[in-house]
């Protein structure tokens, strides 16, 4: 997981809550990731940023939001408007195209 | 918007014997990678295969690209308990891509008994 820190490690949410994930980085990687794992499903891009003050829509947007103030940083919030937030989230940085990716140890977020 | 399936979802085997576990996908591409995940942890990457590239090593792993099939193949020889994970593979996209974005199959969950 070196280089790439996500805080916390397990999050709870009650219904109508809006809960940030943190993601931090020390690769010094301009692009960064949001993904969600659910069982069976692989990993779905949810927003990804190529550089700070940039962010694209993913495959599942709906109901997230992220921001891109620093290279290092890209946190995720997960609003009330997310049917079903309840998965492992995971971040991840890249140098580059044709590049591997590097993964965070992940965020595993329950709606109570 | 998956790219890569792979098979089989699932596989058991004893510890000793080879593992085989095949990706496959719909368009083209310039490299395709192959990550590990242990249960409830990030994905750390094993070895990446560009288009033009047939077959690559590195230590137990051997992994096969085979584009005009639209396949590949990762063999993991004389397994051991502790490469029980799930096996995902990802390719990068040769056009309409975003740079840098990968697109992951399902994955195969392997378990190695002792």
């Known amino acids: 997981d070196g280089g790439i820190t996500q805080s916390p490690k397990y999050l709870f949410r009650k219904e109508g809550q809006n809960v940030t994930l943190s993601c931090e980085q020390n690769?010094?990687?301009?692009?960064m990731y949001w993904y969600r794992q659910d069982p069976g499903q692989g990993l779905r891009l949810i927003y990804y940023?190529?550089?700070?003050?940039?962010?694209q829509k993913g495959d599942i947007a709906e109901g997230y939001s992220v921001s891109r103030e620093k290279k290092e940083s890209f946190p995720l919030t997960v609003t009330s408007a997310q049917k079903n937030p309840t998965a492992f989230y995971l971040c991840?940085?890249?140098?580059?195209?044709?590049?591997?990716?590097?993964f965070g140890p992940g965020t595993r977020l329950t709606v109570l | 918007s998956q790219q890569g399936e792979e098979d089989p979802q699932a596989l058991s085997i004893q510890e000793g014997e080879n593992a085989t576990m095949n990706c496959s996908y719909k368009?083209?591409?310039?490299?395709l990678q192959w990550y590990r995940q242990n249960s409830g942890r990030g994905l750390v990457h094993l070895i990446l295969?560009?288009?033009?590239?047939r077959e690559k090593h590195s230590g137990r792993l051997r992994v096969t690209l085979d584009t005009s099939k639209k396949s590949s193949s990762l063999l993991i020889t004389a397994s051991r308990a502790a490469d029980t994970a799930s096996y995902f593979c990802?390719?990068?996209?040769?056009?309409?891509?975003?740079?840098?974005?990968?697109?992951f199959g399902r994955g195969t969950q392997l378990t190695v008994w002792p």
């Open positions: 690769l010094n990687h301009d692009a």
């Open positions: 940023s190529q550089i700070v003050n940039d962010f």
């Open positions: 368009t083209s591409i310039n490299n």
């Open positions: 295969i560009r288009s033009n590239e």
């Open positions: 991840a940085t890249t140098a580059g195209r044709g590049n591997e990716q590097f």
């Open positions: 990802a390719t990068d996209r040769n056009r309409g891509s975003t740079l840098g974005r990968l697109y």
